[in-house]
Each structure stands twice: as structure tokens, then as C-alpha cells.
């Protein structure tokens, strides 16, 4: 397969920042972002949800426009505007018309560099996201994702819920969010980014202006995350079904690095093999040979330093039993061998889902940072689209045989969901 989208183009400032180009010139639009390599598992328990807050309220206000005004002069060119914190990283991004992409990129330099965070704001903010956190605690769905998330890291801080805690919500203040803005809204940080229909080297200068004198610095190493592989229970009453979620660790095999995008590649392949459509040997046996699930798919979530394999179910407590036992029995027997077919089947779909990100402005720019902040390169389609070619299925086949060698990490809400329960489904996912 080839593309004739252009590479990405990286610069870095003098302070560390990191300028990313990803061109394409066939569309129109274009999406612009500024990053920052700072997520919630660089908070403590005492600032848990400080870098969630902070994302809300760069929007509030900076030292030349009012919230009104943000909102307005971004929607006066018609553009999107949006933010996320995750466990790495997090994000500011508008898009709009390619034309346009100066105007973006001042904008969303103004929030990220110059927002003053007003206490008025604060207060009322910090309410919404109090509401927000209360809507994720009192959803079964949400609550088994957080769940699974303390089953594998335990204590350390990618166990964490992004959002924060509500006690932690009740005490933050406005210090607590220029503390955070000052340890690590620094230039080694920093990816700003661009991708679609716009000018490069306008971008590239322009970028240099208003980025050149942000802090040279950057935020202390992470070290690497401990999988624990734990397993956790939450009932909640008025639900009729059992929300599951089980994980295992992506690790790389003997020889290759954390940044070896290989296994990576090999991890999104074993996913939708398993359960990555309708047809995958996980979705057509629970759903439509057995009638043990509606919902049954796999996917993988990822970061820096960290690939993990998710297998997500919902049914009802009569059926738990029956649902763990086969996907444990499923997941074995891809680990001994792997069927052609369907290895050409995730093969194909993981190569068309890169393509399709690759041609949508802001899923190439997101694509592109991601890669540069957990592998340290932005790399170019073909290239990716060759090494999803070039891996064999033993190499698909290997990536279950190393992580069934870590106990699951298993989470369960809903009706009958207890600890207990938990820990006996474990023990039938790693029975033989």
C-alpha cells in the first residue's frame, strides 16, 4: 500500500517546544493543538483532577479576552474548539478552514499561555465538574472502566480517575492550578501541532513566535508503571446487568524496546482479531453462537510506557460464569494458533483505520503527537502501513501467549457485582 500524504515535518525551538507539521494539501480544513506531556498520572492523591480543572478553566478567560470572547472569535470563523486530559497527556485544538489556521493557532496559544484562571470562574467550574464526577460514579459503565483501571496499577497514579476525587474538587484553589501550570506547562512539554490544509512554514514561524518564550524546561522522568492485575467490585442497585472488563499487558518481547513501535503494532493487530468486529472469534461466540452478551468487543488503550489489551462485556449476572469461561477458552486458543483468515481480516481493518485517520485533520494531528510523545517520532503513513504488513501472525500469536502470562485485571459493576465475585471470575479466566 502507499500515500501520497506527505511526512510529517518536525521543528524544535531553542526551549524545547517541538513544532509539528502533518500536511495533506488535497483538503480544506485544518486542525491545530497545543499538547502538553502532562496527564493525571503526574498528580499526586492530594492534586488528583487538578490537571482535569485546569483544562476546563484555561477556557475562562486570558489577559486580553473574556470567556464570551473565546468562544466568539473561534466561532466566528466556524471552527471546533475542544480539550481532554488523559493519563499522559493533554490537549487544546481547534478546527477549521486551512485559511484560517493562524488565527487558530494564536487562539489556542492565548488559552494555553495567557489564561488567567479568575477565582469567580473557578468557583462556578468547579461545581460543573462536581457534577460531572458525580454522573461518572453513578454509571455502572463508567464505574467498571475506572475500576479496571485500579485493578491494573494499583496505588501508583495511573490507577487514578482522571477526573479527580470529589474531596479533592472540594478543596482545590486557584494556587493549585497556577501550581500546575508552572511544573509542567513547560517547553520540553510541548508539542504544537498542525495538520491538514495550511501554510508550513507560516506555521513553523509563527509557531516560534508565540512559543519561543515559554519555559526551557520539562517535567521530571517517568518512571515506569507496575502492572498489578487485580480484581474489583462495585454493586449498583437498579441495574439488571453485570458491565465487565478484563485487561492484560501488551509487553514487548525479548529484544525490542517500550518504543519499539513493532509490538505495538502487533497488540492492535491481536485486538481486532479477537474481538474487532462482528465476525471476530470473541463477538461471534459470546453474541451470536452462545447469546451470552450483546455488547463483546476488544480494543487496546495505550500511553507512554504502557499497552494493555481490553476485553469489554455486558450481560446479565446468569450468564457471568459462562461469558468469563469462554473468553478465557477463546483467548487460549488464539495463544496456540491463529486462523489465516482473520489474521488477514485485523490486517486489513487495522490498515484501513489508519488510513481513514490519516485523511481527517485532527485524527492525523492526534496520531502524529501520539506517536511522538510514546515513541519519540511521528511517523509517516507508508512507513506504518508497511510494518502492518510486514508483521507476521506469529508475531500476533506471541502477544497472547506473553500477556495470559500476567494474571487479568478484571472489574465488574452492576447487579451482584461484589469483590468477591470479582476474584472468583479471575480465578475462572486463568483456569485451564
Do not use: C
Not at 531553542?14 to 502538553?36: E, I, K
Not at 493519563?87 to 487558530?104: C, E, I, N, V
Not at 501550581?179 to 512539554?189: E, P, R, S
Not at 506504518?384 to 504488513?389: G, R, V
Amino acid at each position: 500500500m502507499s500515500s501520497p500524504l506527505p511526512a510529517p515535518v518536525l521543528h524544535t525551538l531553542a526551549n524545547g517546544v517541538r513544532l509539528l507539521a502533518v500536511p495533506f494539501p488535497q483538503g480544506q480544513s485544518a486542525s491545530v493543538g497545543v499538547f502538553l506531556r502532562a496527564g493525571s498520572r503526574d498528580e499526586t492523591a492530594a492534586s488528583n483532577g487538578i490537571g482535569h480543572v485546569l483544562e476546563h478553566m484555561a477556557f475562562k478567560g486570558t489577559q486580553t479576552r473574556s470567556v464570551q470572547a473565546i468562544n466568539l472569535d473561534a466561532e466566528r470563523l466556524g471552527a471546533d474548539v475542544n480539550a481532554f486530559t488523559s493519563k499522559d497527556s493533554t490537549g487544546y485544538f481547534m478546527t477549521g478552514l486551512g485559511r484560517h489556521a493562524p488565527q487558530l493557532l494564536e487562539m489556542t496559544a492565548d488559552i494555553v499561555l495567557n489564561s488567567t484562571f479568575p477565582e469567580q470562574e473557578l468557583t462556578r467550574e468547579l461545581e460543573v465538574i462536581r457534577q460531572e464526577a458525580i454522573e461518572y460514579e453513578e454509571d455502572p459503565e463508567d464505574k467498571s472502566g475506572e475500576l479496571l483501571d485500579k485493578a491494573i496499577w494499583g496505588g501508583h497514579p495511573l490507577g487514578m480517575p482522571v477526573i479527580g476525587t470529589l474531596e479533592n474538587l472540594d478543596v482545590f484553589t486557584r494556587q493549585h492550578v497556577v501550581d500546575h501550570v508552572q511544573a509542567h506547562y513547560l517547553g520540553g512539554n510541548a508539542v504544537v501541532a498542525a495538520a491538514g490544509h495550511f501554510d508550513v512554514d507560516a506555521f513553523f514561524a509563527l509557531g516560534e513566535r508565540l512559543f519561543t518564550g515559554m519555559p526551557d524546561a520539562a517535567s521530571a522522568a517517568r518512571g515506569p508503571a507496575r502492572y498489578v492485575g487485580g480484581a474489583l467490585g462495585q454493586r449498583f442497585t437498579g441495574v439488571s446487568q453485570v458491565f465487565l472488563n478484563m485487561a492484560w499487558p501488551v509487553t514487548p518481547p525479548a529484544g525490542q524496546q517500550a518504543q519499539d513501535q513493532r509490538w505495538r503494532v502487533a497488540g492492535s493487530l491481536a485486538a481486532l482479531l479477537f474481538g474487532g468486529g462482528m465476525s471476530a472469534p470473541f463477538t461471534d461466540t459470546v453474541r451470536e453462537r452462545l447469546g451470552l452478551a450483546y455488547t463483546a468487543h476488544s480494543y487496546v488503550e495505550n500511553g507512554d510506557g504502557w499497552f494493555n489489551f481490553i476485553v469489554q462485556a455486558v450481560t446479565t449476572p446468569d450468564k457471568l460464569d459462562d461469558l468469563v469461561d469462554a473468553t478465557g477458552r477463546l483467548l487460549r486458543e488464539q495463544a496456540a494458533q491463529l486462523d489465516p483468515v482473520h489474521v488477514e481480516r485485523a490486517r486489513n481493518q487495522l490498515a484501513v483505520s489508519r488510513v481513514r485517520a490519516a485523511e481527517r485533520s485532527y485524527a492525523a494531528m492526534e496520531r502524529a503527537v501520539d506517536d511522538l510523545f510514546f515513541l519519540g517520532e511521528a511517523t509517516a503513513l507508508p512507513q506504518t502501513l508497511q510494518l502492518i504488513e510486514e508483521i507476521t501472525a506469529d508475531e500476533v500469536r506471541a502477544v497472547f501467549e506473553r500477556m495470559l502470562a500476567h494474571p487479568v485485571a478484571l472489574a465488574i459493576t452492576g447487579k451482584a457485582a461484589t469483590a468477591k465475585r470479582a476474584k472468583e471470575l479471575a480465578g475462572r479466566v486463568a483456569a485451564r
